[in-house]
Nanobody, 126 residues
Framework: QAQLRESGGGSFQTGGSLRLSCERS????????MAWFRQRPGEHREGVAA????????VYARAAKGRATVSRDDTFTDLSLQMDRLKPEDTGVYFC???????????????????WGQGTQVTVSS
């Protein structure tokens, strides 16, 4: 079991930056993958970034690559997402998710994640 709580959402300007945080509670597993997803208005939920073992680089979705940085602490307790050069199309609900007992895959697929936060709204205006 894992509980996840996101924070940091709000209203932002085009070209600005945001930093989202996710706090995990629950047992720690040897292998875990934590990720950020988002659901834009009228769209399906999509992966943004994922991070797992230190020896592998984080995984980024194409829309986030070059603008997003995902990071975590050593215990998988705190997950962050920094996103720069925001665009109106970054508007959506951002979710933190975790899968336990395995490292991240090369594709961020929501079917792979077992536990989810409630989400935090991000609105980017022009």
């Amino acid at each position: 079991q894992a509980q996840l709580r996101e924070s940091g959402g709000g209203s932002f300007q085009t070209g600005g930056s945001l930093r989202l945080s996710c706090e995990r509670s629950g047992p720690r597993y040897t292998q875990m993958c934590m990720a950020w997803f988002r659901q834009r208005p009228g769209e399906h939920r999509e992966g943004v970034a994922a991070i797992g073992a230190r020896q592998y680089p984080p995984v980024y979705a194409r829309a986030a690559k070059g603008r997003a940085t995902v990071s975590r602490d050593d215990t998988f307790t705190d997950l962050s997402l920094q996103m720069d050069r925001l665009k109106p199309e970054d508007t959506g609900v951002y979710f933190c998710a975790i899968t336990l007992g395995r490292w991240c895959s090369k594709v961020i697929d929501d079917d792979d994640f077992q536990f989810w936060g409630q989400g935090t709204q991000v609105t980017v205006s022009s």
